[in-house]
Nanobody, 124 residues
């Protein structure tokens, strides 16, 4: 049974930083592309960042480029999202997702597995 468990969310002031983690189990983690998405109240889920399973190719949404960094540790079956210079508009529930493809996946519909989400709130 595949499980993705996010952690690291919380309340932070604008300009601050958070590091999200997503621990995966029940799958061969090194063979899965991983992604982070977010959903704010009243809005659709949107792509944040993604990383391939092999050489660590990354993609970012324009809104987070230069502020967020996605990385993975295949030995620990964990993907991370380092979030710096946070803004109130980054407030959302953040989800990690996994897909058994060697490429980078930026579309939510393509992901097979999802975590339960972790709340990130940025105060102004």
């Amino acid at each position: 049974q595949v499980q993705l468990v996010e952690s690291g969310g919380g309340l932070v002031q604008a300009g601050g930083s958070l590091r999200l983690s997503c621990a995966a189990s029940g799958l061969t983690f090194s063979r899965y592309a991983m992604g982070w998405f977010r959903q704010a109240p009243g809005k659709e889920r949107e792509f944040v960042a993604a990383i391939s399973w092999n050489v660590g190719i990354t993609r970012y949404a324009d809104s987070v480029k230069g502020r967020f960094t996605i990385s993975r540790n295949n030995a620990k079956n964990t993907v991370y999202l380092q979030m710096n210079s946070l803004k109130p508009e980054d407030t959302a529930v953040y989800y990690c997702a996994a897909d058994p493809t060697p490429g980078v996946v930026t579309t939510a519909d393509e992901y097979d597995y999802w975590g339960q989400g972790t709340q990130v709130t940025v105060s102004s």
